[in-house]
């Protein structure tokens, strides 16, 4: 897709109307040539031509009053037209299911929502005067033709050959660009390791090295494809410029040669036309760059759109009120498997066949790798299952029911995000937030302030306390915790499974847990669920074992 078909698409105002008023502002152009044209004429006679003069004037103001229109609305309209595509490209992030997510990648969605959008707003001013740019040359070579025949058949060969021979290679240029962007995703993504895995990376220098080489062949494929593309682009902005140098000398020096009748001074007026739009001329092959960034960008957020809306849930029968208790949850024979490039690659879990009741405290235990996040984002409706069933309450969980069965649930993954702002949880009770701050020790720490929180920098232990302050002010019934625990310190480990587990439990919420302490578990006196899981498959231990 390319950005003016973009553009016709996704235009909200009228289109007719500004390429009514974009051909009016080439007619005046077209007019304050002729205009001067005919002023000089009767100038050459000594004679001053005054409807010339007030032709140029009506010519003069309607160019700025359709010049200011043009690039108005065009800002305006293209300014809507991004506004749109995030707002649109979000709403379908939002909606989308997390595997197929994952597998496009974070690098390819922020490059299209910030980047390529901010391409497209580059352009915006542009693609107007590029508009504008090739209505002009249309109409003035018009007038060429009205001048002199000759000049005109010239003017089409020379510049039609300089256009065929600049085009023959658009598609290569297009193939170039996107090999180009995706170099870029790839660049991308090598900040974020050295980012996200900084203290990795200072604690051994050969894998900050390897990582840095890496980046930096990364880097310069991207500069060298770049360098390639804008040097044949270049190359063929010359060629344009040089077929309108060629153009002019033509009509100076060949046309006479073969028009014997030509009219006095049309040869002259031709010539002041083409050298009026030599500037037209080489700001639209100036434009041309910015444009052809612009299309590839324009067809990246198409192609990404695509991707987008092929996994997203685009219903709207959806009840907008989420669930608020359940009785039984069922996993039957469920399997699930990562898709691989071979058979061996393939990493399995299940199957699975387990039962939550409403009220259970469920904890899972099992050696890292065996599954245990896998099977929580089966049961989190995040994954679904390759075979078998997911039920709620006995009915089956497929298609738009994982919308109502996830509302059932509140999670912390070891990835957790902690947002700045109590989104989705209105009014909270300042009393019930201001004890869960103090029981958590963290009210020196943060507070919350017109539904935002005063500070989210804190350590990541205290960061894992707000979490699970903010799970419980959601009110859902359901509560998954992966390796809560894992950055609390002695005290609030305790605390963990001695005093928040159990007054949990006699809430009435229905927690499931991973866990790795063995030695809190066994000593935990309130009636839990034990489960291991090994290489894929879990057994559930007997009340006894587990204390």
Not at 283 to 309: M, T
Request: aromatic share 8%; hydrophobic share 45%; with cysteine.
């Amino acid at each position: 897709m390319t950005f003016l078909e973009l553009v016709r698409r996704e235009m909200q105002g009228s289109l007719g109307r500004l390429a009514f008023v974009s051909a009016m502002g080439g007619l005046s152009t077209t007019a304050i040539i002729g205009a001067i044209n005919a002023g000089a004429g009767a100038a050459d006679r000594g004679e001053i031509s005054l409807w010339a003069a007030g032709f140029f004037v009506v010519a003069l103001l309607l160019f700025i009053q359709t010049q200011h229109y043009i690039l108005i609305t065009t800002t305006a309209e293209i300014g809507a037209i991004i506004h749109k595509l995030r707002v649109r490209l979000m709403d379908y992030i939002r909606r989308a299911e997390l595997l197929p997510l994952e597998t496009i990648g974070r690098a390819e969605i922020t490059s299209a929502i910030t980047g390529d959008t901010a391409i497209l707003t580059q352009a915006s001013n542009m693609l107007a005067f590029a508009v504008q740019g090739a209505l002009l040359i249309t109409l003035v070579t018009l007038y060429v033709a009205y001048l002199s025949f000759t000049a005109f058949v010239l003017s089409v060969v020379i510049v039609g050959c300089g256009a065929a021979i600049f085009h023959s290679k658009t598609k290569q240029h297009a193939a170039d660009m996107r090999e180009a962007a995706g170099w870029e995703n790839r660049l991308y993504d090598r900040l974020s390791d050295v980012l996200d895995g900084f203290k990795e990376v200072r604690l051994n220098r050969a894998r900050s090295d390897a990582l840095y080489d890496h980046a930096v062949d990364v880097s310069r494929t991207a500069a060298n494809i770049k360098i390639r593309t804008q040097s044949e682009t270049y190359r063929r902005m010359v060629l344009l410029q040089t077929s309108l140098y060629i153009l002019l000398g033509s009509v100076a020096f060949v046309v006479p040669l073969f028009s014997g009748a030509v009219e006095a001074g049309s040869i002259t007026k031709a010539v002041t036309a083409l050298v009026f739009i030599v500037g037209a001329c080489s700001g639209l092959v100036q434009s041309i760059p910015i444009i052809a960034a612009a299309n590839a960008a324009a067809d990246r957020l198409a192609q990404l759109e695509v991707k987008l809306a092929g996994i997203a849930s685009l219903t709207d029968d959806i009840p907008t009120e989420p669930a608020t208790k359940f009785t039984k949850i069922e996993v039957r024979d469920v399997e699930f498997h990562y898709p691989g490039k071979s058979p061996d690659t393939v990493f399995r879990v299940g199957p699975f066949n387990f039962t939550l009741n409403s009220g259970d405290l469920v904890i899972l235990t099992g050696g890292n790798g065996s599954g245990k996040s896998t099977f929580m984002k089966i049961l989190a409706g995040f994954y679904r299952p390759s075979a078998g069933d997911l039920l709620l309450d006995g009915s089956p969980v497929v298609g738009e029911r994982y919308e109502h069965y996830r509302s059932l649930i509140t999670a912390i993954f070891p990835d957790f995000h902690l947002f700045q702002r109590l989104y989705g949880i209105e009014d909270p009770s300042p009393a019930e937030l201001t004890k869960m701050l103090t029981e958590f020790k963290l009210q020196e720490k943060t507070r919350l302030t017109h539904g935002e929180f005063q500070t989210t920098d804190l350590s990541s232990g205290q960061r894992r306390r707000l979490a699970l302050i903010v799970a419980q002010l959601e009110k859902r019934p359901l509560l998954m915790l992966d390796e809560w625990a894992a950055d609390q310190d002695p005290e609030f480990r305790r605390k963990f499974y001695f005093e928040f587990l159990p007054a949990l439990h006699r809430a009435g919420i229905t927690v499931v847990a991973i866990s790795h302490d063995d030695r809190y578990i066994d000593e935990m006196d309130v009636p839990i669920r034990r489960l291991r899981m090994d290489e894929g498959r879990f057994t559930e231990l007997s009340s006894v074992e587990t204390g």
